[in-house]
């Protein structure tokens, strides 16, 4: 206990209190733990361990089997497996890059600049942070179909550049730069587009790294929607959703699957963790 | 305004604009796609709302008529209704606080630690929809974990039929949902916590702050309020419209529609049925609930602190 908490506070606690709170804490971090604890066992147990009764947390012989069968089984389907990976690393690399340049390019004239329908715009943002994508759905579908962009890639890569969420984390973060810093650059002659380049970019690089979290989350786990159909274009969230189909025989296989698409965001968000905390500092909406 | 003073003023406008083209420049992408494929949407499923349109005829206006069948014709949607909010509440207020109550615990934690634990929590938001091992946990035959471990422990001698049985699917789903839901929030309220004026609980200690409950509701809750606006917003857009977690868990249509939601039935008969307007009248009706309820909420937390 000592190791974890602060003693230099000045107000009265109790330890039984403070013996109880972090119970709380280790058991609800044990219920987030497990299931991942589980899967990534699941991942490496020979077929004979995933059916024992009663059932295993932790693996005993691992065995990289599980992984083989993979991509023995993805090799003999109709689209190589390979080809679901290229579409999600695709369709996340060009979504989250196209996101990050177009939401702080829209955020730096919207957090350091006022100007005409400024106040309007950015109200709008906020109002549809407040609504979830399932409400547009349909229209959005009518919408790809009149563009022509249904079963193409555009049709998950470009509505994912406008996401509101980008917008209105970059803006907040945005803001605290200092303003003097930009009208130095000003006097210098740099013109906007510099001063968002050169010298606004770098300085918010803990927020868009936040962004590259929060946006490669959510495309690493598209399945494409409605908008996708046809299997070359399919990724890997739809590849693992037909393997799980295919039942307990393929429970290790599932894991396999599940523990490669776990793994690259939650690498990315170690990585990026203290500038994700960071920028979600000044995440707050003001009253 | 007289006919000379609305030309200056659009004269002036005109200055306006010209002078900050640059800005419009650099605006001007992300918002022609954020009206494209946000609000544009919006608008159309308004208007759509009020017609009867399958995709087939020409849209055909009808007024109120889908709301009416809708509030009081479909039973189907009422069951989705009453699942949705149990689901906000539970789950939503819930994770909410647990978010807030996780956050606020992890931060006395020394940074290594800290950093592990917020590691542990956000993880499962973040692992890319594997929520699927749920299914595996509670699977129906014996080889589910849950099964596996109450026949070992002589708890029940058949295994139960966890995700087909309408008593036990919302629960599961409620618990599934609060695993999934330590998202963006969470994140704001670590990083909130840790902006808040240490100097404030000295002085919070000098003007008679006894324990540390005190200490939360005088002095840490008020300092975060804008992070806690923003973790409600997502929280109650998230909870509102839960569905993807209830279809991959309890199928879909659910066995007597025990995990049907608004998000469910709006997807029923928008991809299924192709009824585009009455879908269109779900995903109003959703549309609303979901700004009341965050408009409500917000209110409520400018009382904090006091």
């Known amino acids: 206990m000592k190791l974890a908490i602060r003693l230099n506070k000045k107000v009265n606690r109790s330890w039984q209190v403070d013996a109880l709170l972090f119970l709380a804490l280790a058991g609800f971090g044990a219920f987030m733990a497990i299931p991942l604890i589980y899967v990534i066992n699941n991942a490496f147990k020979p077929l004979d361990e995933l059916f024992i009764f009663p059932p295993t947390l932790f693996v005993r012989n691992a065995t990289l089997e599980n992984f083989a069968n993979l991509f023995q089984v993805m090799k003999n389907s109709w689209v190589p497996f390979s080809r679901y990976i290229f579409n999600t690393v695709f369709i996340t690399a060009a979504g989250t890059a196209g996101h990050i340049l177009l939401a702080s390019a829209a955020a730096y004239p919207l957090a350091k600049h006022k100007f005409r329908g400024s106040k309007v715009l950015f109200t709008v943002v906020v109002l549809s942070l407040m609504f979830s994508p399932h409400v547009t759905a349909i229209p959005n579908y009518m919408i790809m179909s009149a563009l022509g962009w249904m079963d193409s890639y555009q049709a998950v890569i470009v509505p994912a550049f406008a996401y509101p969420l980008g917008l209105y984390l970059m803006k907040q973060f945005m803001e605290q730069i200092p303003d003097a810093l930009l009208e130095a650059a000003k006097i210098d002659g740099a013109s906007e587009y510099r001063i968002f380049w050169q010298v606004v970019m770098p300085l918010v690089k803990p927020a868009w790294l936040t962004l590259l979290i929060l946006m490669m989350q959510m495309l690493w786990g598209t399945d494409g929607g409605s908008f996708i159909y046809s299997e070359q274009l399919k990724t890997l969230h739809y590849a693992m959703g037909q393997i799980i189909q295919g039942g307990i025989a393929r429970a290790g296989v599932g894991a396999a699957v599940a523990v490669i698409m776990m793994t690259v965001p939650i690498v990315t968000f170690i990585l990026s963790q203290s500038n994700v905390i960071q920028t979600m500092a000044s995440s707050g909406m003001k009253d | ?306």
């Open chain 2, 1 to 306: 305004m007289s006919p000379s003073g609305l030309r200056n003023y659009w004269a002036l406008f005109g200055k306006d604009v010209r002078r900050d083209k640059h800005l419009y420049v650099l605006l001007a992408p992300y918002m022609v796609l954020f009206l494209l494929f946000t609000v544009l949407p919006v608008v159309i499923s308004i208007i759509f709302s009020f017609t009867h349109f399958n995709m087939l005829e020409m849209p055909r206006w009808i007024g109120w008529e889908n709301y009416s069948k809708l509030l009081w014709n479909d039973d189907v949607f009422l069951i989705g209704v009453k699942n949705t909010l149990i689901f906000s509440v539970v789950t939503g207020l819930v994770s909410y606080i647990a978010c807030f109550l996780f956050a606020w615990l992890i931060n006395e934690l020394n940074p290594k630690l800290r950093a592990f634990m917020t590691l542990i929590f956000f993880a499962p938001s973040i692992s890319g929809n594997v929520f699927f091992i749920w299914q595996i946990i509670f699977s129906s035959d014996s080889y589910g974990i849950i099964n596996g471990l109450l026949m070992q422990l002589g708890v029940i001698y058949e295994p139960i039929q966890w995700l087909q049985d309408p008593k036990y699917m919302l629960g599961i789903i409620m618990l599934v949902q609060l695993w999934l839901s330590l998202g963006t929030s969470f994140l704001a309220f670590i990083a909130g916590l840790q902006t808040v004026d240490k100097t404030l609980y000295e002085a919070g200690a000098v003007d008679g702050v006894k324990n540390r409950w005190q200490e939360l509701w005088f002095i840490t809750l008020p300092s975060m309020r804008p992070q806690l606006m923003f973790g409600a917003v997502i929280q109650i857009t998230a909870s509102l419209a839960v569905a993807d977690v209830a279809m991959a868990l309890a199928g879909f249509p659910s066995v007597q529609y025990g995990a049907h939601t608004i998000v469910t039935h709006l997807v029923d008969y928008g991809t299924i049925r192709f009824e585009m307007g009455y879908a269109s009248a779900i995903a109003t009706v959703l549309f609303v609930m979901m700004l009341g309820s965050n408009l409500i909420v917000q209110k409520l937390l400018k009382r904090v602190g006091e």
